[in-house]
């Protein structure tokens, strides 16, 4: 899990892509929490009804260094 996106990281530095950013579902605090201990995310922003009504999203950005 973490490892790939570890990697992808790195390609994605040298590609010289500077920022990641992803969506997930506000109720899931599990995967709001790995994204920000083990992989440095910081929460960004909230879409409400991002897809559709009732859909909304958790907004996770993180910088590539």
């Not at 040298?14 to 990641?20: D, G, L, T």
């Not at 995967?31 to 009504?53: C, M, N, S, T, W």
Request: hydrophobic share 40%; charged share 30%.
């Amino acid at each position: 899990g973490t490892s790939l996106l570890r990697e992808s990281f790195l390609y994605l530095a040298r590609e010289n892509i500077r920022e990641v950013e992803l969506t997930v579902s506000p109720g899931n605090l599990e995967a709001i929490i790995l994204y920000q201990e083990k992989l440095g995310f910081i929460v960004a922003d909230f879409r409400e009804d991002e897809y559709g009504p009732g859909h909304h999203r958790t907004v996770m950005k993180r910088l590539i260094k």
